[in-house]
T-cell receptor, first 112, second 111 residues
Framework: NAGVTQTPKFQVLKTGQSMTLQCAQD?????MSWYRQDPGMGLRLIHYSVGAGITDQGEVPNGYNVSRSTTEDFPLRLLSAAPSQTSVYFC???????????FGQGTRLTVV | KNEVEQSPQNLTAQEGEFITINCSYSVGISALHWLQQHPGGGIVSLFMLSSGKKKHGRLIATINIQEKHSSLHITASHPRDSAVYIC?????????????FGKGTLLTVNP
């Protein structure tokens, strides 16, 4: 049982490049989400999904796209990377609304 | 004012000491999470609670819904407990999925 698998662990992008952060869970969880973690701030919600085919915006969605074609996968796409998107990104999943949250190992992204 | 406030922001202790980290929140909630993050590492769920008290090994989490306050206690602290401890709440209104996070408490336990 792998839990939440998030790749890559580290990434350096040039301004304007695009990339996809991958997130997969094998626990058949309904809820998946992407957060970013910046120094001095709590984790902030980028996008979330309550099931396959259903996504919605969080607090800081600008510059990011998501899709949920299967229950297992929830990729996060950076369309045109900007230095302001330098951060640590975490994917998380929950079985239902009021259950334990499982997090991926994080992706440290630097945009130069 | 943040919806979730943690105190202290930083805490240094000697091995063996009893540790308390506090979390206060300003909204009605349906659940509160305590999470642990080691430096450069991932985030691990320690507890999820909506009332009362939970215990796992040397860790104890309590919540007082009326006072909108939760505490995380570590008994007989050890250097491996050094980490950032994060409180997060799921509000009972609005988006049913959104977690709101505190900024974390950095705990350093010296041998």
């Amino acid at each position: 049982n792998a839990g939440v698998t998030q790749t890559p662990k580290f990434q350096v992008l040039k301004t304007g490049q695009s990339m996809t952060l991958q997130c997969a869970q094998d626990m058949n969880h309904e809820y998946m989400s992407w957060y970013r973690q910046d120094p001095g701030m709590g984790l902030r919600l980028i996008h979330y999904s309550v099931g396959a085919g259903i996504t919605d915006q969080g607090e800081v969605p600008n510059g990011y796209n998501v899709s949920r074609s299967t229950t297992e996968d929830f990729p996060l796409r950076l369309l045109s990377a900007a230095p302001s998107q330098t951060s640590v990104y975490f994917c998380a999943s929950m079985r239902t609304v009021n259950t334990e949250a499982f997090f991926g190992q994080g992706t440290r992204l630097t945009v130069v | 004012k943040n919806e979730v406030e943690q105190s202290p922001q930083n805490l240094t202790a000697q091995e063996g000491e009893f540790i308390t980290i506090n979390c206060s929140y300003s909204v009605g909630i349906s659940a509160l999470h305590w999470l642990q993050q080691h430096p450069g590492g991932g985030i691990v769920s320690l507890f999820m609670l909506s009332s009362g008290k939970k215990k796992h090994g040397r860790l104890i989490a309590t919540i007082n819904i009326q006072e909108k306050h939760s505490s995380l206690h570590i008994t007989a602290s050890h250097p491996r407990d050094s980490a950032v401890y994060i409180c997060a709440v799921k509000s009972s209104g609005g988006s049913n999925y959104k977690l709101t996070f505190g900024k974390g408490t950095l705990l350093t336990v010296n041998p």
